[in-house]
């Protein structure tokens, strides 16, 4: 017979000891990052006129577009300005210099001057490659869609996450949800800014290196823990280490100058692996759902699947479609407000289970009241 070896003291001690500070951390992060975003955003909304087109970091052209604006043949997704009206661009200050001046001028056109990667985009542009287009301020409805709407999801994620951590900040399941929700509500806060200003896109990337290790971490933890962390209870950190090495790997390739396009591979691994950790944690609550021994694992699993299906499945569309097409644009009226379900639905299951708890330690103490 096998002998079991419970976890040392030491493991589960520092796994305690790690975990509540890096929440906490990435509150201090998530709320820092929702006052600085709005501050930026408007900033930019007010003073940077844009050619029809949002670029990310180094000038790469973003899939984001709207009612007579956006990515065309000649100026494509993951094109990058190099430079605007013959004058080269060496950062993000000489390009937002450069559509200052020529928002100021009474014709408003811009030449730009673009390179294409051939293993992004097979499309030849023309010779030269050269596009001229008018500049334009930002329109309300789309900066309330493009900013706000993702910041005011964002902003939910965070207001659950803290809530979730004054309940069961004590506990390991608790501290893994708010940190995905502090997570998660950092990269909607910075959705708008990783196309516009790309003052926060390293945080942008981390952040998003995160949440596959924080959705990972949560499905090992909530309803219910597989045995094997009970004898390696560190284990369960082991699925950040993809997407931290793909944030790392983003951040270096973003200031590199000889592979511009670098960060765009990191990320889309980044991706790939939000879809791999959200298909995991489907497969392991369905499993819960139906073999777990335990009623109450049972009735929480299941809220959280229905809740999962309806926050991720349009995501998950999403990523789908990327596997085959890496220009999918990302909709944020399609594939944003779903999102929302997700947390409530975890927290409620959560939170649930310590009502019901309540509820019987109560009765029972009322119980035993009556009968003495």
């Known amino acids: 017979m096998a002998v079991f070896a419970p976890p040392t003291i030491q493991a589960v001690d520092l796994g305690h000891r790690v975990t509540r500070p890096i929440a906490m951390l990435g509150f201090v992060v998530a709320v820092v990052t929702f006052l600085i975003a709005p501050v930026l955003a408007l900033d930019w909304l007010q003073h940077i006129p844009f050619p029809g087109v949002l670029l990310g970091p180094n000038r790469l052209v973003s899939d984001a577009s709207g009612n007579g604006w956006g990515p065309t043949e000649q ?8 430079a605007v009206d013959g004058v080269p661009l060496t950062d993000q ?3 937002e210099r450069a559509m200052a001046q020529a928002g100021a001028r009474e014709d408003g056109i811009v030449r730009l001057t673009i390179e294409r990667l051939s293993t992004l985009n097979s499309t030849p542009c023309s010779d030269p490659c050269e ?7 930002l329109p309300p409805d789309d900066f309330a869609r493009l900013f706000g709407l993702p910041y005011v999801i964002g902003l939910t994620y965070l207001l659950v996450g803290l809530w979730v951590f004054r309940q069961r900040g004590t506990q390991r399941a608790g501290q893994a949800l708010a940190f995905f929700c502090a997570t998660t509500a950092t990269i909607l806060a910075l959705y708008f800014d990783q196309m516009s200003t790309n003052v926060l896109t390293p945080v942008y990337l981390l952040a998003l290196g995160l949440v596959s290790g924080a959705l990972l971490n949560l499905a090992l933890l909530f309803p219910q823990s597989p045995r094997l962390l009970d004898r390696k209870p560190l284990l369960r950190f082991a699925g950040y280490v993809p997407g931290l090495v793909a944030a ?5 390739a973003m200031v590199d100058p000889a592979q511009p396009w670098g960060y765009i591979f990191a990320e889309q691994w980044q991706f790939i692996f939000i879809g791999m950790a959200a298909t ?10 139906y073999r777990s021994d335990s009623p109450v694992v049972r009735q929480q699993s299941r809220i959280i699947l229905w809740g999962s299906l309806l926050a991720f499945v349009p995501f998950m569309i999403w990523l789908g479609q990327g596997l085959f097409d890496p220009n999918t ?8 407000p779903a999102l929302i379900m997700f947390p409530f639905a975890v927290a409620y299951a959560m939170l649930r289970h310590n009502l019901l708890n309540v509820d019987r330690m109560i ?8 009968m003495s």
């Open 280 to 289: 995991f944690y489907f497969g392991s609550l369905i499993y819960r759902r």
């Open 363 to 370: 009765t029972g103490g009322l119980v035993y009241v009556i």
């Open 93 to 95: 200050l000489s390009y």
């Open 248 to 252: 790392v790997l983003g951040n270096v």
């Open 75 to 82: 100026l494509a997704i993951v094109d990058r300005v190099v």
């Open 131 to 137: 596009v001229a287009r008018q500049v334009r301020r």
């Open 329 to 336: 644009p990302l909709n944020p009226l399609v594939y944003m």
